[in-house]
C-alpha cells in the first residue's frame, strides 16, 4: 500500500482523494493554508506547506506528496518547489479509467474515473486528465496542463504545458495547442493555436 500527503484540501482535492482510496493506497493527510472546514474523508491537518517542521512529516511517514490543486500555474509552483527540497511524488490513476500499457505519465499528473488514455499517447508532468476526458492515440500532452472533464483530444494532438482545455471541448485530429491556451467549454478547435491565446465557439475563435 502506497501511502500519499494531500497539499491542498478542497473540490478537486476530494476527487484525486477518491481515487487514492480505490487505489488501495491510503493518505496520511493534508497540507493547506489552513485547516479545512469540509473533511469528508477525515484526514488528519498536517499543517501549511510553507512550514518546514510541518513538511518533516512527509518524510518521517515516508509518504509521497500529491499537489491535488486544480489551479495550473499554482501546482506547477508547488510541485516544483517539493521536488526541489527532495520530496518524491507520483501519479495518481483511478482504477476505473483506461490506461494503455503503451502511453506514458510523468510524476504528479492525475488520471480521473472514466478517463480513456491510449496508445502511444504522453502525458508531461503534473497534469490532470479529468472525468471522462479522452486522449487519443499519439497525443502529447505538456507539463501541468488540465484536460476538463469529457473533453475530447484526437489523434496526434499536442497540448502546451499550462495550457486548459475546457469541459467538453473537442480538439481536431493533428492540431497543435501552445503552451498557456485557453480553450473554452464547449469549444470545437479545427487549427493550430498559438501559445497564450483564449478561444472559445464552435468553430472555436480568438478572444484574446
Known sequence: MNQFALFGYSGHAFVIADAIKMMGDDMIGY????????????????????????LDKIKDSGASFFVSIGDNSIRKTLIRHLIEKG???????????????????????????????NPLAKIGVGAIINTGAIVEHE??????????????LAGSVHVGDGSFIGANAVVKHGV???????????????????MSQTWVGNPAKRLG
Open 31 to 54: 497540507y493547506d493554508r489552513a485547516e479545512a472546514k469540509v473533511d469528508p474523508f477525515n484526514l488528519k491537518y498536517l499543517g501549511d506547506e510553507k512550514d518546514e517542521v510541518a
Open 176 to 194: 497543435k495547442i501552445g503552451s498557456n491556451v485557453i480553450i473554452g467549454a464547449g469549444s470545437v478547435v479545427l487549427k493550430d493555436i498559438a
Open 139 to 152: 497525443c502529447r500532452i505538456g507539463d501541468y496542463v488540465h484536460i476538463a472533464p469529457g473533453a475530447v
Open 87 to 117: 520530496f518524491v511524488t507520483t501519479s495518481v490513476i483511478h482504477p476505473t479509467s483506461i490506461f494503455s500499457t503503451l502511453a506514458t505519465i510523468g510524476a504528479g499528473s492525475f488520471v480521473a474515473a472514466g478517463a480513456i488514455i
